[in-house]
């Protein structure tokens, strides 16, 4: 059982480049996330989506795009990267079921091992 | 708005000594508390949750929370570290009020160095 996976593990890129970061999950999960982790400022939520065919943003999403390509993939796209991006990202899953007018947000994220990504 | 502090940049315990790892939060609602613990090089791992009921909650590797309502504090505690527990400990909170997203906030971490 994989779990989450992220590829690739390592980037570098120069300023105004674009890359996408993929990510897919084997645990049958409806609710897909991607973070950035930064040192002294913990994870922050870039997008998430909660079942599949939706998407929204979260805390510090300019600068990014998501695609929910189907249940098990959720990638990350930079546009026209920067220096500010520098950074480790990881995607998450968690089993949130979304049956009509009811949420659940009792349930543990599984994470990936993280891209380390560096622009130059 | 929902929030996690984490007051402690590095918390150093002697290996067999009992360690906790502080934790506060806020948010409007009831809250749903996690810890998450992070290896180097390696993504976060569930350790435990707080949803309602038993105020001490037991996790994975012999780690415990006590959630404190009046504090709001949700501290991690375990009786006799090990050398293995050295790791960066992330606390996070949910608003379970049902008018939230789903968005998880996280605290900015704690390093545990458990020293032989």
């Known amino acids: ?120 | 708005a929902q929030s996690v502090a984490q007051p402690e940049d590095q918390v150093n315990v002697a290996e067999g000594n009992p360690l906790t790892v502080k934790c506060t939060y806020s948010v409007s609602g009831n809250p749903y508390l996690f810890w998450y613990v992070q290896y180097p090089n390696r993504g976060l791992q569930f350790l435990l949750k707080y949803i309602t009921g038993d105020n001490l909650v037991k996790g994975s590797y012999g780690f415990e929370a006590e959630f404190n309502k009046s504090q709001t504090s949700f501290h991690l505690k375990k009786p006799s570290a090990l050398v293995s527990d050295s790791a960066l400990y992330f606390c996070a909170v949910r608003d379970g009020s049902g008018a939230g997203s789903y968005q998880l906030t996280f605290g900015k971490g704690t390093k545990l160095s458990v020293i032989p």
């Open chain 1, 1 to 120: 059982n994989a779990g989450v996976t992220q590829t690739p593990k390592f980037q570098v890129l120069k300023t105004g480049q674009s890359m996408t970061l993929q990510c897919a999950q084997d645990m049958n999960h409806n609710s897909m996330y991607w973070y950035r982790q930064d040192p002294g400022m913990g994870l922050r939520l870039i997008y998430y989506s909660a079942s599949e065919g939706t998407t929204d943003k979260g805390e510090v999403p300019n600068g990014y795009n998501v695609s929910r390509l189907n249940k098990r993939e959720f990638s990350l796209r930079l546009e026209s990267a920067a220096p500010s991006q520098t950074s480790v990202y990881f995607c998450a899953s968690s089993e949130v079921s979304l049956p009509p007018g009811q949420r659940f947000y009792n349930s543990p994220l599984h994470f990936g091992n993280g891209t380390r990504l560096t622009v130059t």
